[in-house]
């Protein structure tokens, strides 16, 4: 399959074949599939947010045993571990710079 330009802003969960606005966060090179599944971690860390926003309305649900925000950080270290395979250069770079990545 071939692999075409993408533009990631990870933030508002985008995902385009065109530059707009905030959306170049991260530039990376992928097939279809490959963006189909980083869209999937992108709506895992989605669907976990809103499960943790539910979560937080239940007070006698201790803080400590919240699997929403324990399977959005999963999600999130995921979605950057595609992005710094699938990236350019700059964006392997910015990443490796944050060091959210364990070797």
């Known amino acids: 399959m071939e692999k075409k330009k993408y533009y990631v802003n990870v933030g508002t969960q985008e995902i385009s074949q065109l530059q707009a606005g905030n959306n170049k966060d991260f ?15 992108l709506t895992e860390m989605y669907n976990s947010d809103v499960r ?26 995921e979605a950057f571990r595609m992005l710094h395979e699938l990236g350019d250069e700059k964006t392997k770079a910015h990443i490796d710079s944050m060091q959210i990545l364990s070797d």
């Open 52 to 77: 943790g926003f539910w979560r937080s309305h239940v007070p006698i649900d201790p803080y400590h045993n919240d699997s929403p925000n324990d399977d959005y950080d999963e999600g999130i270290i």
């Open 27 to 41: 530039t990376i090179f992928a097939t279809e599939d490959e963006v189909f599944q980083l869209r999937e971690h």
